[in-house]
């Protein structure tokens, strides 16, 4: 099995198109435009991520960084083709996601979501996000959460 995962350094076919599977599979009202995608892309704070898997692409994740809330950034339209399910691939977009944040100072992510997706829930809570206060206007939103990734350095001192 040939897997891995990249940062876009410019918005491509690959990524539109699983953003389309995403708000078309969860329903999604606000949906991001090609430019903005694209200015995500741009931004050296933020980033999306594509997971290949025998270079197809199959899954993909969105990290845009919070203007309101320092050293914060807020995950965004994680999500998996069914047919590459059970493979761990949105442990492993999530991975790069917090590295990278780690890597830019951050030390919140943020997401939102809603009760229907107990799958994505559960992932979330296995991986440390807890409940916060609403963050935003998502209009769909009823579950607001985040997760402490810590800084740089107290990632580097756990390991010592």
């Known amino acids: 099995m040939d897997f ?3 940062r ?3 918005s491509s076919d690959d990524a ?7 708000y078309e599979a969860v329903n999604v009202v606000l949906r991001d435009t090609p430019e903005t995608i694209q200015m995500i892309v ?3 704070g933020s980033g999306v991520w594509l997971a290949y898997l025998d270079g197809r692409a199959v899954g993909c994740v969105v990290l845009r960084r919070m203007e309101s809330i320092p050293f914060a950034a807020e995950c965004k339209r994680l ?7 059970g493979r761990r691939i949105a442990d492993k977009l ?10 830019q100072g951050l030390r919140w992510i ?24 609403r963050y935003n206007d998502n209009p769909q ?5 985040r997760k402490d990734i810590g800084t740089p350095d107290e990632s580097l001192s756990s390991l010592r």
């Open 110 to 133: 943020y997401l939102d979501s809603y009760d229907d997706l107990k799958a994505a829930i559960a992932l979330y809570r296995r991986r440390e996000y807890v409940s916060c206060e």
């Open 8 to 10: 876009l350094t410019e």
């Open 141 to 145: 939103a009823t579950i607001f959460l």
């Open 94 to 103: 999530l991975d790069a996601q917090e590295e990278f944040a780690r890597s």
């Open 16 to 22: 539109l198109r699983l953003l389309q599977e995403y």
């Open 4 to 6: 891995r995962i990249i």
């Open 42 to 44: 741009d931004d050296p």
């Open 79 to 85: 999500y998996v083709q069914p047919t590459a399910r």
